[in-house]
Nanobody, 126 residues
């Protein structure tokens, strides 16, 4: 059983930045992604990264968020810039074998992921 642990959440003002981390970034049998869930809303795929380092982003975060893996430290990151109040949510990292076989925005479907972290709160004030 993979135990994923997120860190780096917090409170910032609109326009600010945060970096989320998730460990471990697991192994080559799975691919990883970030999801978020705001109160009263469904879980939303934010970003995915494949084994070649190719990222996929939700349209709502494209150009502002960057997903990456530090292979030396086995840590998954999500750099979030120009944060907006609509980005307020609990952010989860996830790992899944089936996510490696998806492409484009299909990689952001949460049912492709088997292992989830406990989540970290991000709050953006206006």
């Amino acid at each position: 059983q993979v135990q994923l642990v997120e860190s780096g959440g917090g409170s910032v003002q609109a326009g600010g930045s945060l970096t989320l981390s998730c460990a471990p970034a697991t192994d080559s049998s799975v691919c990883m992604g970030w999801f978020r869930q705001a109160p009263g809303k469904e879980r939303e795929g934010v970003a995915h990264i494949d084994h070649n380092g190719l990222p996929t982003y939700a349209d709502s975060v494209k150009g502002r968020f960057t997903i990456s893996i530090d292979n030396n430290k086995n840590i998954l990151h999500l750099q979030m810039n120009m944060l907006q109040p609509d980005d307020t949510a609990i952010y989860y990292c996830a790992a899944g074998r089936l996510a490696c076989y998806a492409s484009d925005h299909f990689t952001l479907i949460h049912t492709l992921y088997d292992h989830w972290g406990q989540g970290t709160q991000v709050t953006v004030s206006s």
